[in-house]
């Protein structure tokens, strides 16, 4: 089966920033593993990976976080499945982390020889083409614009299967952090949060989309 454009531009249309689910549809396992998937398989920086995600189906530990995530009210009583998305922090990043080294030898399949020189390189790139070691949070805003990444492709491949989805950026970073820590999901070493994805069905169809034209966000030059 070739999936035709009209097809694709259709589920790019269907998605919006769903602001409340239908509380009793819940999204079948299948559906959401293959949603999962599109996650895992997609796209990173030296394809290191550098992000984990945690499903939080706990309602007691929604409730927790609904009092400082704004932007997620009624998404986060309502959704069927509710994702975090977390970034590995600076020390996981360096080229000499347990992280690193198990990416390239266990994942990667690299002979140590090549595992080195890929190791060289990165480290340049870390120090000199990108500077990402002189600026406090520099690491920390590369690898987590990476996992955004993963949450595009979330978004998009649950629109393909008609299913509803809210990216939320408006939570109080200190709090949420604090209630991670206290109920175990994270304690802020390895991970950092970086935005929460909401999964569901629309309880009412949303407002027709605004877009700029092509005109005014693209230049050929
Ligand atoms: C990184 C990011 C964070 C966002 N955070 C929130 C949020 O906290 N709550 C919310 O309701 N919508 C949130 N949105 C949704 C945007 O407001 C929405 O995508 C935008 O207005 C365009 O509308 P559309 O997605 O319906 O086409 C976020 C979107 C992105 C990409």
Known sequence: MVISKEQ????????HACKEFDPGRRIPEDDFSFILETARLSPS?????????????NPEIREK?????????KTLPTA???????ARTKQELLPESDYIQSIMKDVQQLPPEAAENKGRVYRKFLESDFKLLDREGATDDWAGKQTYIALGNMMTAAALIGIDSCPIEGFEQDPINRILREE?????ESFHLV???AFGYRVREPRPKTRRE????????
């Open 80 to 86: 069927s499945h509710f994702v975090l998305l977390f």
């Open 184 to 188: 175990g999901i994270n304690d802020g």
């Open 65 to 73: 976080l609904k009092a400082h995530t704004w932007g997620a009210q």
């Open 8 to 15: 694709i531009l259709d589920a790019y249309r269907f998605r």
């Open 45 to 57: 920086s030296y394809g290191f990976e550098p992000w984990k995600f945690v499903v939080l189906q």
């Open 214 to 221: 092509m005109s005014e966000i693209v230049e050929w030059k």
């Open 195 to 197: 935005c929460m994805l």
